[in-house]
């Protein structure tokens, strides 16, 4: 449920409406945006009858939220939530590009594409350390070597980096990591999402490869409701009875995730597709979409890469699909971070 509150109501009001609302042990969720100010309630809302609320007159209107997914509900919180990640603004308009490799595989290979992707106009550098593979006899990552050197790699550069984690174990490993990414395999791995939901990290939460978009967004309220707000959601895809492409790409989950929650989502049309020749157009489409971002697989050698060589661009070719990002994106009026 939520209560919209009238402008400039008195302070000491609000206050006493708040004590009732905890003392019949409800949570409360306080949005105070630009133009209007919410109590977002959580808990069992049904003993509420709405007169008694309407009663207090800096109420100005009370709705029930049919939704489960609350506090990342744009009902609480009307405004788009706008991040702060080392210096970089994400969501609300403003575009990130976050690129690497599938897989971090040596120092000069991280640090060679980390320089290059920089130069180019990339904001975040990406690259897995744990990688969850389908096959155990795969390249499974460098794991915590990885990590040192993508640590490396930001020294070097000056790039934030994002990478995933695996296991709730492994989150000291990533105290200097800039956003801990949440891969789509475990989009429901619940406690990792309650472990995650307690750090102060930004999470970058993938879309599971069936997880319907009331699921995904139930996801983030996990990490939510262990009081971590600091929440990025992409879509990358998910499965359906096509087999020429890896996944196919759900744009319609952008501004569904825009239409319902208040959080920055970004695409990713590397896995999407798993086709390097598909990056371009689907990113033209995330971006035309409303999307607040893209991370794309960039390669300094992708035929001999360990993992996600045939969707990842060579340097060149990030280059060129890039530059025109940058096109799109200013003509779509996102301003590049
Ligand atoms: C990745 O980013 O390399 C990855 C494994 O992504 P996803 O979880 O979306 O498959
Ligand atoms: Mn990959």
Known sequence: MIVVLKQNSDKGHVERLMQHFTEMGLRINYSEGEHTTILGLMGDTTQIDERDILAYDVVERVQR???PFKAVNRKFHPED?????????????????????????SEAQIVEVAESVKKAGASFLRGGAFKPRTSPYSFQGLEAEGLKLLLEA???TGLPIVTEIMSEKHLDLFADVDIIQ????????????KELGRSNKPILLKRGLSATMEEFLMAAEYIFAGGNTNVILCERGIRTFETMIRNNLDISAVPLVKMFSHLPVIVDPSHAAGRRDMVQPLSRAAIAAGADGLIIEAH??????LCDGAQSLDLPQFDAVM????????FEGREMQ
């Open 65 to 67: 939220v049919s939704e």
């Open 81 to 105: 939530t706008v991040l702060s990640v080392a210096g970089r603004k994400i969501g609300a308009g403003y575009f990130n590009v976050m690129a690497g490799p599938c897989s971090v595989e």
């Open 154 to 156: 930001k020294r070097q």
């Open 182 to 193: 949440l891969g789509a395999r475990n989009m429901q791995n619940f406690m990792l999402l």
């Open 300 to 305: 300094n050698d992708p035929k001999c890469a």
């Open 323 to 330: 530059a025109d990002i940058k096109r799109r994106a200013a």
